[in-house]
């Protein structure tokens, strides 16, 4: 079945320093995955994606890491910040038309 | 300018009642979707339209029937309304590339309409 999980349910960090949020997911045939951040009363926004024949992609103080190999992905975030604090999603497409959405994890960002 | 838009943003109604949530998107995307988040923030997909067909239908009460009027347009009617139903509902909306119907872009959502069933 298909299953996209992340390991940790909260995170909290100092302000400044950076964050790693990680997510597993179960179906190898997945071959784009997402990062979506949700601020309270919101819609999921875009972070960042990464298609399956890259294991690294950076953007603006993010980048996702995805390692095929253990079906393993995580978002860093360097130097957080207060308005970094959000619940964030990993998603995949299971090769499939629809993303399915790991559960979140809400990352804390303490002044 | 809105990318995605839902209404209403809350809605409160009585069980049994029959509601509607629209949705639209002005990204000329041609894929739309329907999504529910409960109240451990789990998001799962309901339904996806392309170009106005059907092409995911999850697991849903067929008591939630959307209805896609145009390629801007998802909307979703839910009759018979319980209490299992309140959540919020996102609509989301992507461009599908190419024939094989598998997305590799970012779906874009709107602000979500909190649906509350007394």
């Known amino acids: 079945g298909e299953n996209v999980g992340l390991h940790l349910p909260t995170l909290s960090v100092q302000e400044g320093d950076n964050s790693i949020i990680n997510c597993a997911y179960s179906n190898s045939a997945s071959d784009y995955f997402i990062w979506y951040k949700q601020e309270s009363g919101k819609g999921p926004q875009f972070i960042i994606d990464?298609?399956?024949?890259?294991d690294k992609r950076q953007g603006q103080r993010v980048t996702v890491l995805l390692n095929k190999t253990v079906k393993h992905l995580s978002l860093q975030i360097a130097a957080t910040q207060p308005g970094d604090s959000a619940v964030y999603f990993c998603a995949e497409n299971g090769n499939t038309g629809k993303l399915i959405f790991g559960q979140g994890t809400t990352l804390q960002v303490k002044p | 300018d809105t990318a995605v838009s839902q209404t209403p943003k809350y809605l409160v109604t009585q069980m049994g009642n029959d509601k509607s949530i629209k949705c639209e998107q002005n990204l000329g995307h041609d894929t739309m979707y329907w999504y529910k988040q409960d109240s451990k923030k789990f998001l799962k997909i309901m339904f996806s339209y392309n170009n106005k067909e059907l092409i995911i239908n999850e697991t849903v009460p067929n008591r939630f029937s959307p209805k896609s009027p145009d390629k801007a347009h998802l909307n979703l009617h839910i009759n018979s309304l319980e209490l299992g139903d309140s959540a919020v509902y996102f609509c989301?909306?992507?461009?599908?590339?190419?024939?094989?119907?598998?997305?590799?872009?970012?779906?874009?959502f709107g602000p979500g309409t909190r649906l509350t069933v007394l």
């Open positions: 990464i298609r399956s024949n890259m």
């Open positions: 989301a909306s992507s461009q599908v590339s190419g024939t094989s119907g598998v997305s590799y872009n970012e779906q874009f």
